[in-house]
């Protein structure tokens, strides 16, 4: 055995390279200081703005492997130094140069002029690009004017004394380059090609390091306990986005869960006190564009804690392991209540990077002679709302303004009025002869709108109005930006607290009956217990939210942890059949700790942080929004012989198969 | 938001607890330094021999969280401090003392005995155990000679000044103490109670720790990438033991992989370099005793690199993941042929603890007149071996040699000849009178048997005999253990690896045939690559095992990474449809690294290290033998209605339902 590391010593893992971990991690990993591993862990991946160099500097990734330096590693401190390198070749230029690709950056190859390494020349020139080459050679630097200052390789070029072919390439259905535009189709059918873009390898990376350090953060730092929880269970009652899993017994099912729920509120009554899993989750929704039938939470529960306490620790969480070229996280987060969300910005997770809040502008309607107007305000609930998108007259043009009205028409079956605000401060609206010259300064100094602004309009009931305008203004933004006016900064981040929810809501179909606004689990905020058992609409429930840049990335509660509560909520109040539960009420019977916990989506932060349009730029192998794997073809057909141990057979609709 | 941290800080975070991160953690995780960090991360968890202190001392443990301190971690440091604590009544001693239990172990209660706490004495006595209570009190010494050496806690007590009651607990179907045994079934049913014992906290809590160990390993030191890979995929062809899982188009089934070995290997071929994961697997095995339907592997594969270069890795990774209170490992691990695995040990898993090894007596029975011997050693590859059991004689009993010979015949279908070493010497066996002086005194030279061993005889082919002896060893070691002969200590871990395996093996079935050893994506040993063409049952490949206490708790392989070999070994070799493996072989071909990888058991592993006699021990909620959550009672029946948007319905065998 000793010769193993007698092989690879030889192979230089310590000799070569001064600044390496080579040896000593080869002795025992677990004796680097605390500073060296700090250094590591902080230094492990560097990227500047055009993720093209990707490159590490002194680390440990490089032992255990058949190279002494990853390409985008080396650097003027290099010089002189001979090195083995392993790569893909990314371009050859000037019949002169390589230019030789790892995960870590690129690196440039001068190859030997000399006659005699004239084979060797002839072999390079004809390799297709992405093949697999070695190069032996030494580091030097490149002459005076030729450094490329954008690369972080730029100052030095190696100098190849040989060079073998480990694997040539075929040509490929479409080239690894940034700037090649490639159908969505392709790149999930080649996906292992599309993963080699300095983008996903980014994401991919970055994403492995912010775990990393969530898990350090959680496990080091704060005692929690990761534990994984079965996929394969029980089917949640009318748990219509549940995958079955036929088991071996005849009719009887595993269901893939949608989250831990159940079995992160048991550990708490298990004693487990802190427990947090990165949970891979399952919901079946057919053909959503943005959402997989598998996806990844963050799940987190603690006991002995309140609201506040699973917010400063979600805080810390976020704030310690954001990337550092994302720029610093400044915590407390601000908090909203779900009453002034819906009321400023129209929707439970506002975008609050831009303003364009939504504005109760009834008043200055009192004594309207506009019919509809009149008839919305003499409804109980009723109200006129405006938003004010500034230069908004001057940006938006009829196509834009018809968008909108048609997004009110199709999405909401309402109407809304534009009031364009001119360049001299008259109004353009169908509404203006119809208002007075009062009502009409009295809206404008309401809407906070002024020359070359455009006003929206609608009227109705609140909770019937807020959703529309808050959906509109976000389509507002969308088009102002799409004519150039920059609201979102990509490189801004506003998270937010939403919280006080309403415990309940009426049912869609039902409304005399309620059902959870969340989940059954969530306790009720204290002072509005004992509007449990009087009138249980009103009760506001322990459970927040968090949102970031407008989206939803996570959520959680304080939990019931008394039986006779929730027993009180699933049966008389939600009118649920509660020998389903048996098993949960029994164990909050059993000494359940108070607790609470959250879980936050990591895919969606993610696609976030790195700014990527879709969730499956930042998954390895995503489904198409139809749920398939176009490299493997999944799902597919399965023979009735191989369904026979499972007892269920195929029924074909008619006219199939 | 700010009243949110000044509940926190009023809470005590930072006052109360002088050697607390409290106050830092609160502003900014991040500014820890790495001195902090390391010693956060090794004090965490601290056990004493007995597991009932599983107690932390100075952490972020108690942040975020409406205790100031936890039970287990108080100590004479602490007296004369306020505390808050919060826990389960573990009992109640002399109507004076309550003990108080949380994750991190046992403190005393001091109940006030003067008048004006009559009514908390009440609640308190009248209360049941396992109800969660609060605390507020004062660490104080308890007097002198009433300390108890044995628990963390022993030299201090609180003295309670105001005690809430949280949560009452029911009569639970069991007490929660250690030494109570429990059946099987009624554990499984009341998990969340089996969990809160100590050896339940310590086993999960092992594992979390460990795991993170692993990952800091891999990711921190090493730049592995963690990359989270599908669980619904595409069936293999033939894959019996995969999860079917409907998807919502009539006929066609994802899959749940058994291991993610395809996506790891796409994954080097996008040049990710080095990825590893805590890959949830699937095998659906019916009722076998320790499998689990869903389980863990350790999945890890790197590009350029060779075997002796995943080997140190993986011998880093164990060495630096090894819980402290386990002993140190030493590394490198041993290794050993297939060939002299099965040579020596009868096994491609031996047990290296203890000796006993297989002997080849063939030519003491060189001119044999016992029949069978003769027969045998005249077949092709025939031979006798032996091993020699120390002490056996006197220990083994008729009953344990009738269940050797037992096992020959049930398991084996052959026999086995038990040879006694009287305390003079002398022979006691069928076999004797047989036996020439000369035989006689060979037979025990070669054996190595003494006076009072036991020497156990089989004959026939080598491939036959090996299998018997190897598994008659480990059932003596068993029969002398339960003897009180300690064979295999169990605070003794041994590793070793095993290599140079076959890669093809002939089929059961049809012995003209070839099977892939382990699988076909294995490469050959170089040496052995040109007979893959003209004698590929002569090939060795390139996989190793590794082997725990003989336990295989790992192997992995050197891949294939030229697609034409690729090609070679699937259709010529094996006869494979290679049609369903086209993404690979295109893979293979778009200039694929040399690459290589292993995996890990991780629920067996910890279950050796912890000493567990069942993996379901090191997993919180593990399925029956029969694959059943007793908890649940899962899997059920799905109802005919919500089967249908899979378009599968049940096909009940004659008689049922």
Redesign the interface.
Known sequence: ??C??K??IRRGWSLLRPCS?GRT??Q???Q?C??D??R??TS?IRTDASHSDIS?ST???N?????THSCGELCSTHIGREVTL?G?VQYVRQDLFVIL???SGLVQILIPQDESKRVLRKTLFELPL???VMVRGKVQPRPKGQENKAMFTGEIEVHADSLEV??K??K?PFEIKDFVKKSEALRMQ???????SSQM?YN??V???L??KM???L?????????????????TPGG?KE??????????????PQSPQ??KQ??M??????YFQMA?C?R?E?SKPDRQ??F?QVDIE?????Q??????VE?LV??SWPEDKGAVST????MSYEEAMRDYGVDKPDTRFAMKLVDVSEAFGNTEIQFLRNALQQSGGCVLAICVPDGSKHLKGKDLEALKETAKTQFNQDVSVVQVRPDGSLKSPLTRLLSDAARLQLLQMAGASAGDLVLLAAGTRDSVRPLLGKLRLQCADQLESHGILLRDPSVFHFL?VVDFPLFLPKEDHPEQLESAHHPFTAPVPEDTHLLYSEPHKVRGQHYDLVLNGCEIGGGSIRI??ASEQRHVLQTILQEDISLLT?LL?????????HGGIALGLDRLISIIVGAPSIRDV???P?SFR?H?L????????SEE????????????EG??
Not at 63 to 67: A, C, D
Not at 224 to 233: G, S, W
Request: proline share 7%; glycine share 6%.
């Open positions: 055995m000793a193993k590391y092989t690879l971990f991690a080869l025992c990993p677990r680097l605390a500073t591993i700090k590591i862990t492990w590490n680390s440990g990734k032992i255990f492997s058949l190279r392993y893909w690709r790892d995960f992405e093949s697999v480990i694997n390439c075929r490929l080649y996906r292992y090609l599309d993963l080699r390898q991919l990376r994403r492995s390091r775990v990393m898990r350090e953060y496990c080091n730092l704060h005692g929690f306990v990761d534990v994984e929880t079965p996929t394969l269970f029980k089917r219509a995958f079955v899993v036929p088991s071996g017994e005849p009719g009887k099912f595993y269901s893939l159940q079995f048991l550990l009554v298990a004693g487990i006190d802190r891979r399952y079946d057919g039938p598998e990844t603690m006991s002995f804690v309140d506040a306490g699973i917010q400063a620790l810390g704030q310690s407390p987060f601000p908090s607290w942890h008394s098993h029994e164990a909050l019977d059993s000494g359940a700790p108070p998954i390895a192998f489904k749920g794997d490299m493997s073809r999944a799902p597919d057909f399965v191989e369904l026979k141990p499972y007892h269920i057979k195929v029924t074909w609709p199939d198969k």
